[in-house]
């Protein structure tokens, strides 16, 4: 497994937070998608529940919201039951 410090571009504050919530490495879904995510392109994730899908997706997000702005800066949708879930966690 490959850790979330291998991709050097998460915030050190973000790297230790997902350390101590155990998150210590990504999963393969993560592995695969978060360069793609972080570097602003388009993905398609398809994956099994509990693959780290949205985990992906949010680190994704947090990295282009602008702390200094207050305003809306992203639309999170959650199409089904189990994703708003997992979203609103």
């Known amino acids: ?3 979330f410090s291998t991709l050097n571009v998460l915030p050190p504050a973000q790297l230790t937070n997902l350390n101590e919530l155990g998150y210590l490495t990504m999963t393969p879904v993560q592995a695969a998608a ?3 995510i ?3 392109k388009d993905v398609r ?3 099994k529940t ?3 899908k949205t985990a992906a997706f949010g680190l994704g997000l947090l990295q282009q919201i602008d702390v200094s702005l207050f305003q809306t800066q ?3 949708l959650c199409p089904t039951r189990e994703t708003g879930g997992s ?3």
């Open 34 to 36: 978060l360069p793609a």
């Open 87 to 89: 979203g609103g966690r």
């Open 1 to 3: 497994m490959t850790a």
């Open 38 to 40: 972080l570097a602003g």
């Open 45 to 47: 994730v398809q994956a």
């Open 74 to 76: 992203a639309l999170v």
């Open 50 to 52: 509990g693959s780290g």
